[in-house]
């Protein structure tokens, strides 16, 4: 498994071979407060990188969830239906999507978690 790198949108990723797994930062989670619905994509569903893949929405806002690499949702976290808080309680074990990712380039240009945590918020 590689190191969990960032996107300045506020998603983390970590690749396995070919498969990267996505979710949301701690700080993200913290900023939209309760999480009360996450809409998930469809498996086999296409994006490329910084594409809109999904929405989470909280008691506060809404907020979209930006792809950080190209590839095709290969699963989904179901878990996330029924208990959406559950990125409240653990942004970051609590993943969304895994993506087969098309452009392994891409990860390769993503933060660091010290670049990451230097950006202004």
Known sequence: MSEKKYSASHEWV???????????????????????????????????????????ESVKAASDLYIP?????????????????????DAEANWIIKVKISNPSEYNQLLSKAAYDALPK
């Open 14 to 56: 970590v690749l396995e071979k070919n498969i990267a797994t996505i979710g949301i930062t701690d700080y993200a989670q913290g900023s939209l407060g309760t999480i009360v619905f996450v809409d998930l994509p469809a498996v086999g569903k296409k994006f490329k990188e910084n594409d809109v893949f999904g929405v989470v």
């Open 69 to 89: 690499v190209s590839g095709e949702i290969v699963e989904t976290n179901s878990a996330l239906v029924s208990s959406p808080d559950l990125i409240n309680q």
